[in-house]
């Protein structure tokens, strides 16, 4: 389960971010997770509050927000991808080849005590 070393990688950006506030702790994390990220949601909700065990952030609620996949279609042009299909057109199964979001895996905002 590599989602405990990007929880991991989250805290110490995180801890990073309190530190140039200023700040002692954090009571939540935001933290967007694309689609096409290869990062599970549910296994980072259930790896965080052990990663987080000792540190500013332990306590902290951490709040995931998925980022849906967008392709950039040939004839279509963006259309959202379904991650059975792969990297095809839902609409004509062209290849879509260009990732226009979805890959995302970044802080997104810090509450602060």
Known sequence: MHEMSVALALI???????????????SSLTVRVGQWSSVVPEALQAAFPASSAGTPLAGARLHIE???????CPKHGPVHLDLTLGLRCPLCGAPTPTLLQGDELELDALEVE
């Open 12 to 26: 110490d950006v995180a801890c990073e971010v309190l530190r140039e506030h200023g700040a002692a702790r954090a």
């Open 66 to 72: 998925p980022v849906p996949g967008v392709g950039e």
